[in-house]
Structure formats: C-alpha cells, structure tokens
C-alpha cells in the first residue's frame, strides 16, 4: 500500500489593502525584510517571512493582521498581491486539504506566536498603551465608507522667509461623530489619481489637537502639516501635502480612520511626560501638552519635559505660542541645526546637556516618553537615554525593557 501522501501547506500572511495606509511602519519593524510595497500595496514575502509577529502589534490599523491558509505551491506572489485592491476570499479546498492530509505542514506561524521558533525583540519602543490611557476609537471610518470635514482654518506656521512650509489645518466635522484623542492620526483622500488611473491612496497625519476639539467643546481637529516640494534631493510634489497647504476655508476633505491605539498618553494626574520631537512631529505634542494645559487647574500635576529641534527658529512650528506657555507648566528645550555662526545642535545634544534632570524623570515610575519625528532622530534620542541612565547609575537595558512592557516608551518616526 502507498503511504499518507504529504501536502505542505501554510497559512500566509497578507495585507488588506483596503484598510493599509501604507504608513511604512510594518516594513520599517520585520526585522527580516520579508515586507515590501511599490506604487499601490504593501505585501509580505510569503518565502521570507518566518511569523516573528514583530510587524503585527504596531500597526495602527490592523492592516497587517490577515492570514490565509493555501497550498504551499499556490501561495499568492507578491507580484500577484501588489495588483490587489481586496484580499481574496479564503480558498475552501486549501483548508479541506489540511483538513484530509494525515501529515500536513504548516511553514508560518498562527496568531498565538513564533512559528520560526526564532525569539525577536526588535520592537524598539511600547506596543501597548499606557495603563490609564482612554480606550480610543479605531477605523470608524475606512476607504469604502469615509467621511468628510470641512475646512475651518489653515495658518502657515513657519517664517515665510523659509522654504520649510508648515501649516495649521483646522478641520470641522460637523454632527458626524468623529471621537480622538492624543497621539492618534487621521487618513486624507487627496482627490485625483495617479498615474495608473487608480485613486491616491489616504495618507495619514497626526492629531495636533487634544481630545476636546482644536476649540473646546467643537467636533474638529487640526493637524500639522509640511509642504513636500523635495525628496532625497529631487524635486517633486507631495500629493496629499500640497493639497492640504493650499486648502482655502470652506472646502471639504475626506477622512478615514481614526488611527493608533498605543501612542496614547497617560490620564492619572501625578504622570510626568518627556516629550521629543523634530519639526511636524510635534503635532502629537501640541495636542498633549494642550489637553495638560487646560486641565492644569483640575488636578493634573504630573510634569512636562519637552526637546524640540528644528533646522532654525524660523522653521520650528508653534514657536510663538510654546515660548509663551508658562514655564513652571513646561521645561521647554529648543535644539537648533543650522543656526548661521552656531555650531549644529540636536534634540540629543539638549538632552544631554539636561541630564540630571532628564535622569530625574528616567527614574521616576509615572514618566512617560514620547518620541516622534524624521526617522533619523531614533538612534540618537535612544542612545542619549541611554547614556543618561548610565550616568546615573541606571541599568540602561533593564530600564528599556521595563519602559516598553508598561507602555511609557513610544516611538512614532516616519
């Protein structure tokens, strides 16, 4: 008699396009490069990819969180999966062959772990929110059923004698409910296509308002937003930056989203935040250290630390109104790189020049760290941590493990 016949199967990870914001954030954590995207999808390798799960907690949409179980030899391509604009429907004779195969192979690994056996930390910051963070609203509104806000300011934040083009964009939802808070994004539908006549993809931009509204008490949201005119030296157009810069007030935009269920802040009152940022990446800031503001006399204690680089004055968003904030509510620390007759100064040159009291805030348990900006900055800020700990005699290592699995270390860099 022949023996069980062996069929391999594995249960392959995708991504649902018609949910991804193509934020880059999956592709920037495989530790193993098994993620890639072109002009419309971002896929996974089914070949590559060995189900470390590392892309799966921070992806702020659940984009990434697809499986589907298919024959080894029929595993959906990447050139297959870059032509999708829905995932496809899971294939019924696949799961019937895993079913009826008396040895059946499965290469990639379920929702509960590690298939590979492989044990991957590269997560460098907190994949969970902090312990008394508000429950946020996550993809109430998605590509198939947007919504739409209408205009209700746009200010240009930044020395109209620079080429940085920042702008405040205030957008009113009206009666349509569109719950935030902050360190939450929101997705745009430029309008248009591209070239391959497809509809641009939504990009995504974070809240620069607290959870009250851009103006209390108003169902808005504003947001901070850089024009793109220049990109690794080319000249080019942002599609949805350019848009947005030269909305007139009046006009509609549709939204998806809310987005991010992690990069939370904390509610308990006695909660120190260390904030880190880098030009636009202050918008998740703004809208912290303003919700703090405006609780400030109903009980909100806890301090405010914050580092803000820029190339110089002139271009660093909310200038005007962050010096002017009180300076026993925020110790405000501006780093500036292309100050002219001024040596280059960083986000991490500040933080060390501020080390007994940054090492003030590491040991403190109810310390919160916030970084977000240029991809760039993430090594520098860590490594600025880390030399601080270890001035203090903190052990740096056990210290950063400790700050991720409480949810304090939040890293949001594009």
Sequence with gaps: MNGPVSIEVLRQHLIDPEICIRCNTCEETCPIDAITHDENNYVVRADVCNGCMACVPPCPTGAIDNWRTVLKADAYPIEEQFTWDVLPEQNTMAVASVDQSPVAADTSADTAGNASGIEVDTVRGSVVPPW???KPYVNLYTHKAPTTATV????RLTDASTQSDIHHIVLD??????PVLEGQSIGVLPPGAAADGRPHHARQYSIASPRDGERPGYNNVSLTVKRVSEQHGDSIDGVCSNYLCDLKKGDV???IGPFGGT?????HPNSHLLMICTGTGSAPMRAMTEYRRRRRLKGATGKLMLFFGARTKEELPYFGPLTNLPKDFI???LAFSRTPGQPRRYVQDAMRERAVDVAYMLKDENTHIYVCGLKGMEDGVL???KEIA???QMDWEALWARLKKEGRLHLETY
Aim: aromatic share 14%; proline share 7%.
């Design 390 to 392: 270890e001035q203090h």
């Design 331 to 333: 110790d405000t620390n």
């Design 152 to 155: 209700v300011g746009n200010y």
């Design 383 to 385: 490594q600025a941590l």
């Design 173 to 178: 939802f009206g009666s349509m409910p569109f």
């Design 263 to 267: 990069f939370l802040m904390p509610n």
């Design 253 to 255: 935009v549709t939204v």
């Design 132 to 134: 008394s963070a508000a």
